[in-house]
């Protein structure tokens, strides 16, 4: 596998890659399906629906728990999207962790000057919540939520804003995430991808969608680019 050149700016997906939050998102989908009156889900539902939005996560949970009503899901989406959110927003960092090597890996990036933005398709508030409850705020310049613009992954549109905002071009970014949103997204940019398979999609699919780069962990990273 050839070395990559140092990236200037590293963009980073955020649930799944930087920090395992799919027990509290099951709670507030569990909190929102109750009031439902409608059966719950288990952690491994939830990490199969995490990646394209709080929109399509709280679907496919009311597609899930009505077995598949479509009238009953079109009629109360709207009503219980923001119920989850409300429930989201005051439990989302109860059970979240960073994943190993993940706070070493981002001080050595500052430490190389190399500048880091999150690229998720949360809402941003609710991110903001969980890089400042985790600490974790000070290592990056941007957060882009799925909600920042008209668009969210894997549209170009945050990471063309993402680019402008750090004044970069495209061979100097890279893109890390679990997801295939994410590997989509890098194509749609000309970034190459680094995928990490400690998230919520197996290693065999990722592997399927042919990312540029795969790691084990977050201490491999630096490995990836050519020493100074």
């Known amino acids: 596998m050839s070395k990559l050149n140092k990236p200037s700016v590293i963009f980073f997906d955020l649930d799944g890659t930087l920090i395992d939050s799919a027990q509290d998102i099951t709670r507030a989908l569990n ?26 996560l709280v679907e496919h949970a009311l597609m899930f728990a009505s077995e598949h009503d479509k009238t009953f899901v079109a009629d109360k989406f709207a009503q219980f999207h923001q119920v989850f959110l409300q429930h989201y927003q005051t439990q989302s960092v109860e059970k979240s962790i960073i994943f190993p090597h993940t706070l070493d890996m981002l001080q050595h990036l500052k430490n190389q000057s190399i500048r880091s933005a999150v690229i998720t398709n949360k809402p941003e508030a609710i991110a903001r919540v969980n890089l400042d409850s ?14 920042t613009y008209s668009e969210k992954k894997p549209h170009p549109l945050p990471g063309k ?8 071009l495209s061979q100097q970014a890279l893109m890390i995430g679990d997801s295939e949103v994410d590997i989509l997204f890098a194509r749609s940019l000309h970034i190459p991808v680094v995928s990490c398979p400690w998230g919520y999609t197996p290693q065999e699919e990722l592997k399927a969608l042919s990312p540029d ?5 977050f201490s491999e990273l630096p490995d990836l680019w050519q020493c100074d």
Not at 31 to 56: I, P
Not at 137 to 146: I, P, S
Not at 161 to 168: E, G, I, K, Q, R
């Open 31 to 56: 909190s929102m399906l109750r009031e439902c009156d409608l059966k719950t889900a288990s952690v491994e539902h939830v990490k199969n629906w995490v990646g394209k939005g709080s929109q399509v």
């Open 161 to 168: 804003h993402a680019l402008s905002f750090f004044n970069s």
């Open 213 to 217: 780069y795969m790691i084990e962990s």
């Open 134 to 147: 985790l600490d974790l705020a000070e290592y990056f310049e941007l957060l882009v939520g799925g909600d």
